[in-house]
């Protein structure tokens, strides 16, 4: 991994920050560590890394904000939420149902939740590469963590 085409540091918009569960917090913890540990994301047309990513939700859409290690601005880019809406409602309810399970199901019924959720998070890493494609090259394994942020941020109150 070159450190001109990687994620230095990563930002959530913490501006509507709710009351998140153990889970999702866990979740985000890991999501950044792993994100921030091994990464590929290099900006198209853009000049080389490592960047500073800010992710936000703005006025119904995604913002990517990407700057370098000095945190000056180097590009931005608003996504439109509308193609994540019904996967990132469905992956919350199926992560929902797979903390539930864990507590009182068998390990077969665990499973195979856990396998709609791996499914269901795939899909949406996939739909989240296929919107960057002419704004940033990235890896499907920082696509998965950047997913799972993007969840993290759709949850409010």
Known sequence: MSDTTRINAIFLDEQTVVNRSAQVEHERKVAIYD???????????????????????EENRLAFDVRNADEQPIKRFMLA??????????????CDSYYKAIKTSSPSQIEAIDMGRRGLHN???????????????????????????????????
Do not use: W
């Not at 994540?84 to 309810?93: C, K, N, P, Q, T």
């Not at 989240?128 to 998965?144: I, P, V, W």
């Open 35 to 57: 994100l921030l540990e091994n990464n590929h994301f290099a900006l198209i047309d853009g000049p080389e890394g490592p960047y500073n990513l800010h992710l936000s939700i």
């Open 81 to 94: 939420l509308s193609p994540f809406r019904a996967i990132v409602r469905e992956y919350l309810m199926v």
């Open 123 to 157: 899909d949406g890493s996939d739909v989240l590469e296929q919107r960057l494609k002419d704004k940033a090259e990235l890896d499907h394994n920082t696509a998965r963590r950047l997913f799972t942020l993007v969840c993290v941020l759709h949850i409010r109150a």
